[in-house]
């Protein structure tokens, strides 16, 4: 593994001389995972010493044989707060979509770089990162975490960034292993799919990704695959992953991903986020059921001890063991490599002729809709980043189920009416907010181009219904379009969307589409570029 542990040998030979010394309560004891405090789980849980940082799981260490807890954090696109450390912020880095649309592997290892280094200083040792579920619906609400539709081109930047993050002494899982690619009723559904379909597709970049980079952990997916829960799949977790691809590290479950003890038999090896299994499957299943299970036969010694010595080998071939401080990160030179990502991770669509935008034909412009005076929406969920200073916006959306809290509008503190303005001083620039096709008309009228910024709300837990555009933006669009044949649409979306004004706009951008367009119309758009 990378980072400066020991070699693959001696973290094996380590990890069996510390677990033949552990006590069953101490075996046991590394097998569960528990939140931390936060918005998304408002109590603290008494297994957590008072003074560790509140993180997304807490697992304890053992003091006396040097084992270290681990304290692992959501990551996908840096280093997660969900109300757990006060007024700790993180870069923010761009949509795993736009990160793979730069076709960039070293852009890729500096940002995992970056997120390990702001994961260390902050005591955590465990990034809950390598979100890397083929795009296989575009109405998956969690696809601006993922990287693409194409098995290749995803590994190979996933296995950059945990190649960057564990340089870093810190663990990086990947996820969500596998078929994961619906968030509605996401812990009920079952993913059907021939065997050799699946080895050419998911599983292949999920194999080159632990060839590459030896990620410590890979963490399970909530649905079921052919009938079996991903925690719970024999052939997945035990036959491919560990017997066939040879994988040495530790398989953890989702939050809520623990449907029984019996996911122990069949492969996996901690459980996280305990409270919420009990929430869901109404115990801790790692908790008291193992044991009784250990206790009476049906859970073996011998499978106990691969457990913990697959928890303790990733420890020590990572080295979190480590008890050298860690340097202050750059934030300054992380914020750099954000900015590269977004750069290169823009996609033009279409353009007949209006970008670049020139000073000698632009003396106004409209910029309308999409926040655009605030900031850049992200994704809700676990993935999302505070960054330096705060959300400019959180607007909360609400809807049905568990995930109805984490449903809201966030904007990030770069406004693109700012960086306009900015950018093209000789300009007069006006805003308006795209709430009235009518208004919106009259500004772009009298504009030399019009921009429209044309948002959605997508993220964790739930999925989009369609491809449209929510609250009359289409209208907005059309109505501008209709009076000024410089108009320019910016999609601010971690999906596709449907574009009925595509012919009468001039131009369309959008952050990251790493693989193929999905609209068929996009082909001649491309031909523009």
């Known amino acids: 593994m990378c980072g400066e542990g ?202 080159m990704v632990i060839e590459r980079a030896r990620p410590g952990a890979v963490m399970t997916a909530y649905n079921k695959i052919n ?39 069949h492969g996996l090896d901690q459980e996280s986020g305990a409270q919420i299994d009990a929430l869901f499957w109404q115990a801790e299943s790692f908790g008291e059921p193992l044991r009784a299970a250990y206790a009476d036969g049906r859970m073996s010694q011998e499978r106990l001890s691969d457990m913990v010595r697959r928890i303790l080998r990733s420890m020590f071939a990572v080295g979190i063991d480590r008890t050298d401080p860690p340097p202050a990160p750059d934030m300054a030179a992380h914020n750099d490599i954000a900015l590269q990502i977004a750069r290169e991770g823009i996609v033009l669509l279409q353009n007949r002729g209006v970008l670049p935008l020139a000073a000698e034909s632009t003396a106004r412009i409209a910029v309308i809709g999409g926040y655009a005076q605030r900031g850049v929406p992200i994704g809700f969920g676990s993935a999302a980043v505070v960054p330096p200073g705060g959300y400019a916006e959180v607007i909360p959306i609400g809807g049905p189920g568990l995930s109805g809290g984490m449903r809201k509008l966030q904007l990030l503190p770069s406004s693109p009416l700012d960086a306009l303005r900015e950018r093209l001083a000789h300009a007069q620039i006006e805003f308006d907010p795209g709430i009235s096709p009518a208004e919106a008309a009259v500004a772009a009228r009298l504009a030399d181009v019009a921009i429209v910024f044309a948002i959605r709300v997508e993220g964790e837990g739930v999925d989009i219904a369609d491809l449209s555009l929510p609250w009359g933006q289409d209208a907005v669009i059309a109505a501008v379009a209709a009076v000024n044949p410089n108009t320019v649409v910016v999609c601010e979306t971690g999906n596709p969307v449907a574009m009925p004004w595509a012919e009468e706009v001039n131009a369309v951008v959008r952050p990251g589409i790493p693989a193929r367009p999905v609209l068929r119309r996009s082909r001649k758009c491309l031909s523009d570029k």
């Open 227 to 265: 009938g079996d829960y991903a925690a719970q799949n024999t052939y997945l977790l035990t036959e491919v992953l560990k017997n066939t691809w040879g994988f040495r590290g530790w398989v953890m479950s989702d939050w809520g991903g623990t449907p029984s003890w019996d996911c122990a038999r």
């Open 6 to 207: 020991l070699a693959g040998s001696d973290a094996d030979v380590r990890a069996r001389e510390i677990e033949a010394q552990l006590t069953d309560d101490e075996r046991f004891s590394l097998l569960v995972g528990v939140m931390g405090a936060g918005d998304m789980w408002p109590l603290r849980d008494e297994r957590i010493p008072d003074g560790v940082p509140m993180s997304a799981g807490y697992v304890p260490g053992v003091p006396r044989l040097g084992v270290p807890a681990l304290l692992m954090s959501d990551a996908s696109l840096g280093v997660t707060n969900p109300g757990f450390r006060p007024g700790d912020t993180a870069t923010a880095l761009p949509a795993g979509l736009a990160l793979a649309a730069t076709f960039n592997p070293a852009l890729a290892r500096a940002a995992g770089q970056a997120i390990g280094r702001e994961a260390r200083s902050r005591g955590l040792n465990v990034l809950l990162a390598g979100g890397m579920n083929l795009a296989r619906d575009p109405r998956n609400g969690r696809n601006f975490e993922y990287l693409s539709e194409d098995p290749l081109l995803t590994a190979t930047m996933a296995a950059e960034s945990v190649l960057g993050i564990q340089q870093q002494g810190v663990i990086s899982t990947i996820k969500h292993y596998t078929l994961n690619c619906n968030e509605t009723n996401r812990h009920w559904l079952n993913a059907l799919i021939d065997p050799d379909a699946h080895r050419e597709s998911d599983l292949l970049a999920f194999e």
